[in-house]
Nanobody
């Protein structure tokens, strides 16, 4: 059974940094698409970045240049380094994975973590 567990959220001031981590288990994820999504209060879940195993990650325009995804296929982990955080980045961040789908539509991802809260104060 696939399990995704996020960690690393917290409270940070604007301009600060946080690093989120997602540990995956249940099978090999070396060829899977893995991504980070977020959901702010009262808003729809949105994609942040998706990572294919052998291609350049695809970032949402809102985080490009500030966030960096890194994955370790041997350890089945995918991290999200978030720099220059803004209050608008406040949301619950989710790690997601799908063995077949490779796009940005969150509704098509099969597996999700429980989410980790990121709060950026102004």
């Amino acid at each position: 059974q696939v399990q995704l567990v996020e960690s690393g959220g917290g409270l940070v001031q604007a301009g600060g940094s946080l690093r989120l981590s997602c540990a995956a288990s249940g099978r090999s994820f070396s060829n899977a698409v893995m991504g980070w999504f977020r959901q702010a209060p009262g808003k729809e879940r949105e994609f942040v970045v998706i990572s294919w195993s052998r291609s350049t990650p695809y970032y949402a325009d809102s985080v490009k240049g500030r966030f960096t995804i890194s994955r370790n296929n041997a350890r089945n982990t995918v991290d999200l380094q978030m720099n220059s955080l803004k209050p608008d980045d406040t949301a619950v961040y989710y790690c997601a994975e799908d063995p077949y789908y490779s796009g940005t539509d969150w509704q098509k991802y099969a597996y999700w973590g429980q989410g980790t809260q990121v709060t950026v104060s102004s």
